[in-house]
């Protein structure tokens, strides 16, 4: 006699939904979104359909769309012209260049919206790392100081969250400090905990053109063969003053966000990056896989390893999806 019969919690659609452990909704998601210099112009990326660039007028219109679908919470990456790049970013802090006068323009038309920032080098960078490079080497400590520059001109901006993407050592503790110093205690920082050297980010690099000109990250991205360098990742970031702690690439990391959901207090967040999102997108052009269905599942993996905070790249159609 079969006494314990599970099925029985999956015999209809009203049983399923309630007992179902974990869902999404348009509050977890932040949507990433390309900025590009002009007017009234967009272009798609190749490597991802139905992920646009747009000048700063559009993207206005575009967070607007996005707003309307419930969707309030944006990760803003600007593609600069390499004319202004060189060695030490310095056009990160040009208040009349396209990134910061774009991201004032933004929080004035929505000051509702949650508005995140990348703080790095390599978008501004002729050498295209995420720190200073002297003689070849990514100089630590030179960099930090660079970097809270950088945050704390983003924060004048108006903005929520800085993000943090270079994983150099000790930069959420100088960030915090640099923050704190100019009167922005209420910015939050979302840490790139653990940041991995991984494959899935190169139809990121070709949205913005942000590939390193020489060599690779692996000297301050993580190995994707470690998972417990990752706690000691989140418990610097933690004692540094980080307010969130991420995982990037979110995919084949979902143990890694398992373990920082369980050993630590503050919000996980996951990012579900642009390799994970090109490589749904090309196998269901195939029709290979369903799409949506595999994005679904995706999405709710994340969650279900212990992600509260998701940026993704099918935030826009999921919303429009489920709405």
């Known amino acids: 006699m079969i006494t314990n019969r599970p099925r029985r919690n ?39 359909p139905g992920i646009f660039r747009f000048s700063p007028d559009l ?29 030490r970013a310095t056009e990160s802090l040009n208040k ?18 949650c508005i995140m920032t990348d703080v790095a080098m390599d978008p501004y960078s002729s050498d295209g790392h995420d720190g200073l490079v002297e003689k070849g080497e990514i100089v630590n400590d030179k960099t930090l100081a660079i ?15 800085v993000g943090p993407s270079d994983m150099m050592d000790g930069r959420v503790g100088v960030i915090r400090e640099a923050l704190d110093k100019a009167g922005h205690t209420n910015v939050s920082i979302m840490s790139y905990t653990a940041k991995y050297a991984s494959g899935f980010y190169g139809p990121f690099r070709d949205a913005l053109d942000s590939a390193p000109k020489f060599g690779d990250k692996k000297s301050y991205q993580m190995n994707p063969a ?61 029709g290979w896989i369903d799409g949506d269905k595999v994005s679904e599942e995706i999405l709710l993996s994340i969650k279900r390893a212990g992600a509260s905070i998701i940026l993704t790249y099918f935030a826009k159609e999921w919303a429009i999806r489920n709405k």
């Open 10 to 48: 999956r015999k209809s659609e009203v049983i399923r939904n309630m007992v179902q452990e974990n869902t999404i909704s348009v509050n977890d998601f932040i949507f990433p979104l390309f900025l590009i210099d002009g007017k009234n112009k967009t272009t798609e990326v190749n490597s991802m």
């Open 59 to 87: 993207i206005l219109k575009e967070i607007e769309s996005c707003m309307k679908l419930g969707i309030k919470a944006f990760d803003v990456f600007p593609s600069i012209n390499n004319k202004l790049k060189d060695k």
């Open 96 to 113: 009349n260049g396209l990134y910061l006068k774009t991201l004032t323009q933004i929080k004035k038309e929505f000051s509702e919206a």
């Open 147 to 161: 970097l809270a520059k950088m945050a704390v001109a983003q924060a004048d901006c108006g903005i929520d969250i």
């Open 226 to 286: 470690n998972s417990k360098e990752a706690l000691i990742e989140a418990q610097l970031d933690t004692n540094e003053g980080a307010d969130f702690l991420m995982v990037k690439p979110a995919l084949s990391y979902l143990d890694v966000i398992k373990d920082l959901s369980t050993n630590f207090e503050l919000p996980i967040a996951a990012y579900n990056v642009s390799g994970e999102y090109s490589m749904v997108k090309a196998a269901a052009a195939k």
